[in-house]
C-alpha cells in the first residue's frame, strides 16, 4: 500500500504564485520528511526536509509545514518561476536518512 | 555535496541478455547503497538495498535472480538485469550516503529500454 500519499498529482500555476503540495503519512515511525524536485531523465535532487518535532521550515521560496498530530505536511513554493516546473516527491525516512520511501509524486507547470 | 554517478546514463539492449548498471560514489564511501525503479510517470519504488561484502535485501515482489546486485567495493555497487524483457524497460536510479544519518544522494538515473 502506498506508505505516503502525495496530491495534487499534477498543478499549473501562474509565474509569481503560490504552488502548494500536500502528503500525508501512515506510519508514525517515520522521523524525516524531505521533499525531491526532479526533472525529465534526472534522478531526484533534495530540496529542504524537516524533522517532525518543527512544525515549519523554509528555505529561500521553499516552505515545509509540518501538522504531526494530522500526520500531514505540505511544501509551500513561494513566487513561483518557470524554472520550478519539474516534478515534485514527498517522502519519508524512518530512522536514519538512507531509505526513502516517495510519495506518488506532483507535476508542476509553472507558466509565464 | 556529495555526489552519486551512474553509468550508463541510458541502455537499449535486446530481449534475452543481461545488462550491467553501476553506481559509484565519488567523492565518500558507503556501506550502504540502494536500488531504485520508476516507471513513466510514477514515483520511485525501492527495489533493493545493497550492502558492502554481504548479499543485498531484496522488496517484496523484486526478483533478486533477475535482478542481481554486487557491492564489492565502499564506492561501488552494481545493478545486473538478468535475460532482461521489454517490460524492465524502466528508470533505474541508486542512492548512497556517507553514513547512517547523513543524507542520501540520489545517482542521474539510467534508462533501460528493452527490445
Known amino acids: 500500500q502506498q506508505q505516503v500519499k502525495q496530491s495534487p498529482q499534477s498543478l499549473i500555476v501562474q509565474k509569481g504564485g503560490i504552488s502548494i503540495i500536500n502528503c500525508a503519512y501512515e506510519n508514525t515511525a517515520f522521523d524525516y520528511f524531505p521533499w525531491y524536485q526532479q526533472f525529465p531523465g534526472k534522478g531526484p535532487a533534495l530540496l529542504i526536509a524537516i524533522r517532525p518535532d518543527v512544525s515549519e521550515k523554509k528555505e529561500g521560496r521553499f516552505t515545509i509545514s509540518f501538522n504531526k498530530s494530522a500526520k500531514q505536511f505540505s511544501l509551500h513554493i513561494m513566487d513561483s518561476q518557470p524554472g520550478d516546473s519539474a516534478t515534485y516527491f514527498c517522502a519519508a525516512v524512518r530512522g536514519g536518512y538512507q531509505k526513502v520511501t516517495f510519495g506518488t509524486g506532483t507535476k508542476l507547470q509553472v507558466i509565464p | 555535496g556529495a555526489v552519486v554517478s551512474q553509468h550508463p546514463s541510458w541502455v537499449i539492449c535486446k530481449s534475452g541478455t543481461s545488462v550491467k548498471i553501476e553506481c559509484r560514489s565519488l567523492d565518500f564511501q558507503a556501506t550502504t547503497m540502494f536500488w531504485y525503479r520508476q516507471f513513466p510517470k510514477q514515483s520511485l519504488m525501492l527495489m533493493a538495498t545493497?550492502?558492502?561484502?554481504?548479499?543485498?535485501?531484496?522488496e517484496q515482489g523484486v526478483e533478486k535472480d533477475k535482478f542481481l546486485i554486487n557491492h564489492a567495493s565502499l564506492t561501488l555497487s552494481t545493478l545486473t538485469v538478468t535475460s532482461a524483457h521489454p517490460e524492465d524497460s524502466s528508470f533505474y536510479i541508486c542512492s548512497a550516503s556517507p553514513g547512517a544519518n547523513t543524507e542520501a544522494f540520489f545517482g542521474q538515473g539510467t534508462r533501460l529500454t528493452v527490445v
Open positions: 545493497s550492502n558492502e561484502g554481504s548479499k543485498a535485501t531484496y
